[in-house]
């Protein structure tokens, strides 16, 4: 897994984005239902939005827009800095799935080819295949419905963050849900509690972490 690779990842984005071919500024992106993209779809200030079976071979890149992929559609890789991500049924991610400020929420069916990615938003992931790990640092993450991790799952400190508030984030497993890796939490500035169900399971350990089983 690719640590920390979200932080450089998205912001590199921001600073290169004014150059980046197929910009728009101010404005949302679609595509229709069954519509197929080439290249990538890039904006700022604006969302991107995309139907129902439809196909992007290239990045969904936004700053400060939601972005909304339609079921059974595939796109090569997701990327937010601020806004929400919502993944509709049974779409492919060929790649990682990241965000900076937004939750992500990825529904029945979907898979994600590589990681998933946050610094402050939640992560909440129904029926879904992770074929590597998650990273985040300051949000919650919920694991339902056979969801399967394949890799860590880690809670990263930021550098610098010394005075912020002490806070509680919580991972929960439910429903048939399975971590293949650790969950190791790297930042004392949060409380992370593990609650994992009776048909859940974390095969590897868990570190820097209270668990409660029911």
Known sequence: MRRSY??????LFMA????????????????EDG????????????????????????????VNGRIKIGRE??????????GFVEIGRDVEIRHDLATVNGTIRCDNGVEIGGSIFTVNGNIELDNT????????????????NHTKVKDDIFVKRPKGNDKNEFKRLYIRLK?????KGDIIVENDRVKVIVQIDE????????????????
């Open 129 to 144: 295949q992770v074929n590597n790990g998650i990273e985040t640092y300051n949000g919650s993450i919920t694991l339902a």
């Open 175 to 179: 429903d048939h849900s399975v971590v």
């Open 16 to 31: 290169g984005i004014a150059q980046a071919c197929q910009l728009s500024i101010n404005n949302s992106l679609q595509l």
């Open 35 to 62: 519509e197929k993209k080439n290249g990538s779809m890039n904006t700022v200030n604006g969302s991107i939005l995309i139907g129902k079976g439809c196909e992007v071979r290239g990045e969904c890149r936004t």
């Open 73 to 82: 559609s595939e796109v090569r890789e997701v990327q937010s800095v601020n």
């Open 6 to 11: 979200v932080i450089a990842t998205l912001f």
């Open 199 to 214: 048909t859940s399971e974390v095969t590897g350990k868990i570190v820097g972490a209270e668990v409660e089983r029911n």
